[in-house]
């Protein structure tokens, strides 16, 4: 599928809420155009509205305007650097990132690995970096994504407030929403959430609160 196309699917996911779908499609992106940076930070926005500030961490790493939280989460979860040329995905040369920082930061994760395993490693060669501490290593999942996180990464699509009632932030309780405008931004989302208290609404409208 061409990747504008494959970028359009991405957009009718997470409008329609299915995020865990949208993200899989922006993971095989990445992995089809390594060197697209536009493509990890876009699959980094997705892991924020799981609350994942690791895997946030790990799409931006090559961003010189990167999250210092976000990165320090990334480097702890992925706590070797095999780990981290593992988790980075890349392909081919370092020459080939679209930026000089991008480059070094590559350049810098090799260079560890090989001195840490005590020979050269190759993006291209899994096996020249495998065999360290990373050896048993399996990618963390992410927590479930919370509504807090989708409309606020979504921008709410909609001309009035999203207000999730009496929650924090990431929080995790039964959730209930109230003065959603538009209320086709919750349809797709009402199925997969506990205790979501009333019916998912599949028209425009004023703002109202579901029970």
């Given at each position: ?155 709410c699509l909609v001309g009035g407030p999203c207000v999730p009632r009496d929650l924090g932030e990431g929080s ?40």
């Amino acid at each position: 599928m061409p990747l504008e196309e494959t970028l359009a699917r991405v957009e009718a996911d997470l409008t329609a809420g299915r995020v865990p779908v949208a993200r899989q499609r922006l993971r095989g992106l990445v992995s089809s155009y390594p060197y697209d940076l536009t493509l990890r930070r876009r699959l980094a926005e997705v892991y924020r509205l799981y609350g994942d500030a690791a895997e946030a961490g790990r799409w931006t790493y090559l961003e010189e305007d990167r999250d210092a939280d976000e990165t320090a989460a990334f480097e702890a979860r992925y706590g070797s650097p095999g780990w981290r040329m593992k988790a980075l995905g890349w392909r081919g040369p370092e020459t080939m990132a679209a930026t000089a920082f991008a480059e070094g930061q590559l350049v810098a994760v090799r260079t560890a690995c090989a001195e840490e395993l005590g020979h050269p490693v190759d993006w291209d060669d899994p096996d020249s970096y495998r065999g360290g501490p990373d050896e048993q290593y399996k990618e963390a999942p992410s927590e479930p994504w919370t509504v807090g996180g989708v409309l606020a990464g979504a921008g709410c699509l909609v001309g009035g407030p999203c207000v999730p009632r009496d929650l924090g932030e990431g929080s995790r309780r039964p959730l209930r929403l109230t003065q959603v405008t538009r209320a086709t931004v919750i349809a797709g989302w009402c199925p997969d959430l506990p205790n979501a208290g009333g019916p998912c609404v599949r028209r425009s409208g004023r703002p109202r609160t579901l029970p």
